[in-house]
Nanobody
């Protein structure tokens, strides 16, 4: 069983920064991609960013590209989301998720929730104007 625990959320003013962390533990696959998603009140959960096992491939939603950076430290079993220039519309619960797929199937479908089979409990990010 895989456990994912997010941390680092909080309240920040517009223009500020936060760094989210996601610790992965338990029985994981030998290699796996990781993703960050978010869900605002009354809205569906949406893709934010994803990173391959090696870290050599990263993808971002258009709404966060250039402001957010996803990274990972496999030695620490941790994935990060550095969020800069935060906007009020970034307010949401942020979830990390594990994707057991790789290769062309992952690259073609990396933004789809159905590729991710383990999820954290979420961490709240609130950006005030």
């Amino acid at each position: 069983q895989v456990q994912l625990v997010e941390s680092g959320g909080g309240l920040v003013q517009a223009g500020g920064s936060l760094r989210l962390s996601c610790l992965v533990s338990g029985r994981t696959y030998s290699t796996y991609a990781m993703g960050w998603f978010r869900q605002a009140p009354g809205k569906e959960r949406e893709f934010v960013a994803t990173i391959s096992w090696s870290g050599g491939s990263t993808y971002y939603a258009d709404s966060v590209r250039g402001r957010f950076t996803i990274s990972r430290d496999n030695a620490k079993n941790t994935v990060y989301l550095q969020m800069n220039s935060l906007k009020p519309e970034d307010t949401a619960v942020y979830y990390c998720a594990l994707c057991p797929y790789s290769g062309s199937y992952y690259y073609a479908n990396h933004a789809s929730l159905r590729l991710y089979d383990s999820w954290g409990q979420g961490t709240q990010v609130t950006v005030s104007s």
